[in-house]
């Protein structure tokens, strides 16, 4: 494992927040022996890690991590795209999840967000991306989505957080924003696309954030199971 504890400082319990209104859970400390468990309680107060942190290591030492890098919608249409997640998901009982168009996946293993956010996003200028339409797919992440246009510049973002984090990935830029993850029925997803009617034609994105999740999301304990563990504003 390449990646010490002094490489997560990036999170800390104030930076890896819950993406879905749930409470972080703690990990469990193993019993030990009755010296080991009286050491741990005189001096956990001041130099136990936090809990998430400890869950972090753990799931990175595991393999089964991955950081999603995110572009995120501007306070606007952010409120927009959220109100349309909360009222899909209360119609089909599905997770609940912060808009988002994914720009680039790496390993959890070795990585650092926050250096790797520092390094490539600048504030500045947002990113303007154009509505193609709304579509579904069979992809459990796909449910339902915003489809945009291509974009050269988000394209180049893409590539320099490929470069930044220093390992090439088969990661292919497709920008969409997701705004439903469920099981459903062929004909009931083309019905709700063709039924909904988006109440923007651009989106206006101002913010990247670092999050870390299983490396399959195919179910909702896999998205309630999200963390931000960095951002960076772009304006």
């Known amino acids: 494992m390449v990646a010490h504890f002094k490489e997560l ?12 209104g749930r409470k972080a859970r703690g990990c469990i400390v193993g019993a030990g022996t009755a010296t080991e468990r009286r050491r741990y309680k005189k001096h956990s107060a001041v130099c136990k890690p936090p ?6 290591v753990i799931a990175m030492k ?12 501007g306070q606007s249409v952010g409120r927009e795209c959220a109100t349309l997640i ?12 912060e808009p988002h168009v994914t720009i680039h996946v790496v390993g959890a293993d070795a990585e650092n967000p926050e250096a790797v956010l520092e390094a490539v996003v600048k504030s500045g200028g947002s990113y303007q991306l154009l509505v193609r339409g709304l579509e579904y797919s069979d992809k459990f992440t796909k449910t339902l989505f915003v489809q945009f246009e291509p974009n050269a510049e988000l394209g180049q ?19 969409h924003l997701s705004l439903l993850y469920k099981d459903l029925d062929e004909e009931t997803k083309s019905d709700l696309a063709h039924s909904i009617r ?3 034609t651009e989106v206006c994105f101002d913010s ?10 195919e179910s909702r304990a896999d998205v309630e199971a999200w963390r931000v563990v960095a951002t960076r504003q772009l304006t």
């Open 9 to 20: 400082q990036f999170a800390t319990a104030a930076v890896a927040t819950p993406l879905c």
């Open 51 to 56: 809990l998430l942190v400890q869950a972090v």
């Open 62 to 73: 595991s393999g089964e991590q991955i950081i999603t890098y995110w572009l995120c919608p």
């Open 86 to 97: 909360r009222d899909l998901a209360a119609r089909f009982d599905a997770p609940i999840f």
């Open 157 to 175: 973002l893409s590539h320099d957080l490929e470069r930044a984090s220093g390992r090439r990935t088969d990661y292919k830029l497709n920008p």
């Open 198 to 200: 988006l109440p923007f």
């Open 208 to 217: 990247v954030k670092a999050v870390i999740c299983p490396a399959k999301i």
